[in-house]
Every structure is written in structure tokens, then in C-alpha cells.
């Protein structure tokens, strides 16, 4: 497709979607939205593609939220629609795995965009907040849920509340990114941590995500159950034959997903 305002960049199985309006701060608005769902219905069914990053252009922003212009003209009725958290359910369900390689601000939309990630690596200049409060909003697009399941009901409320900043440093204390380093080690991280993921099984990797986002808030015996049939699956399957045998003989598997 011929995007407006990203960028699909692709290295090896790597694929990056990158919010390209830094005029704005990356800000999203609907158009951004839309391409961004667009790229994923490209990708996840792409397969030259094992794990997709989405980062900002430039070093400011990640995505510095809504489109505030749009988002005065919201009606209740638009508010019932998927609109944002549609798309970014759309990215936590991606069958693929997801990571946010986070450039810079990260704030409201942009923080919720990040935290519909399977991964989460900051840049360390990077900030994270959900001020939607002072437009007397709140987090609508997965804010309110997300968060407080990644860094526990407390911490949740309170950022929330007071729209509070974290720092990059601030969130991987808490556990809302998994590493903070420098800007210009960032991609070198991200990349690692993706090729990581891409020498392992496809369908287990699959498999782990459905796993872990269904059975978090299900009682223990019901996500045990999930767990169980999950593995009944790959217990059937070519790449766990592979590998297996590939460990027994002391070489990489060649995983086909299957």
C-alpha cells in the first residue's frame, strides 16, 4: 500500500512500522490509525515476517497521543465504537509477536499503543503518561485495563489520577518496559531481542501469546486447562518433532510454524 503517515521498513523477518509524523509528535490520528491496522493485516499474514516492531520517526516521540483536533469533535456514540482500542486490541492479538521499540514520548494513545505490545524497550530519554485526565477523559483506548495488569492496581491509579510522567528508567523499575538503554542502542536492542524470538518455534510462540492473555485473568484451573490444550496442539506438531530431534543432534532447528 501506499501509506501517508508510516513507514513499513523490513530487515530480514523483521518488519517495522514506524509512525511517521513528527510534525505532530506522532500523534494518531484517524488516517494514522487506520494504516496502522492496514500494516498488521499486510504483516501477520505475510511469511517473510516473524516479529513486528512499531517505533516513532525521529527522537522525540513514539506517539504523543491522540489527535487532540479529532478528539474535541468526539461524540458518546463515537466512544462505542472500536475506533483506537480496536486497533490496538487488533495488535495485542496479533498472532505474531509485537514489540515497542519506544523513541521517545510515549503519552496517552501513545502510552496505550505501547502497552498493547507483547514487549516494551525504551529509549532512556523516553517518558511514558496517561494525562487524559487533564482533558477530563480518561484512558479509553485499553489505558485503564492494560496498565494496571502490567503494573499492578496501585501504581495504575495513581498515574492515572495525577497524569504523572515516568521516566524510562521509572518504567523499567515497574516493569512497564523491559529495558531501558540508550537512544542510539535502541534498534541493536530491539533487534536481539527479536531475533531471540525468531529462532524460536512459530506456532509455540503463538501459542505462549494466546496462552498468557487468556488465561491471566481466568481462575488457575481454567488457564491450566488453556495451557494444557495448547500444548496438545504442539505436542502434534512438525516443529516440535524438530525440535526436539534438533536438540538430540546438537543443531538448529529449521522451524516451518507447522
Known sequence: ???????????????????????????????????????F?????????????ITGEG???????????????????????????GVFRRIENCRKATIAAVNGYALGGGCELALACDIRIAADHAKFGLSELNLSII?????????????????????????????????????LVSKAVPMNALWQFVK??????????????????HVIHYGFD??????????KMAQAVIFGSKDKNEGTQAFLEKREPRFTGM
Open 218 to 227: 481466568a481462575d488457575m484451573e481454567t488457564a491450566l486447562l488453556f495451557e
Open 192 to 209: 536481539a531481542k527479536a531475533e531471540k524470538i525468531l529462532s524460536k518455534g512459530p506456532l509455540a510462540v503463538r501459542l505462549a501469546k
Open 59 to 85: 527522537e522525540k516521540s513514539f506517539a504523543a497521543g491522540a489527535d487532540i483536533r479529532q478528539l474535541r469533535n468526539k461524540t458518546p456514540l463515537d466512544a462505542l465504537l472500536p475506533g483506537m482500542s
Open 41 to 53: 493485516d499486510h504483516l501477520e499474514n505475510d511469511d517473510e515476517t516473524g516479529v513486528i516492531v
Open 139 to 175: 484512558p479509553g483506548a485499553g489505558g485503564t485495563q492494560r496498565l494496571a495488569r502490567i503494573i499492578g492496581k496501585g501504581r495504575a491509579m495513581d498515574l492515572i489520577l495525577t497524569g504523572e510522567f515516568l521516566t524510562a528508567k521509572e518504567a523499567e523499575a515497574i516493569g
Open 1 to 39: 500500500m501506499n501509506y501517508q503517515n508510516i513507514l513499513i521498513e523490513q530487515e530480514q523477518k523483521i518488519a517495522v512500522i514506524k509512525i511517521n509524523r513528527p510534525e505532530v509528535r506522532n500523534a494518531l490520528d484517524a488516517q494514522t490509525l487506520n494504516e496502522i491496522s492496514l500494516a
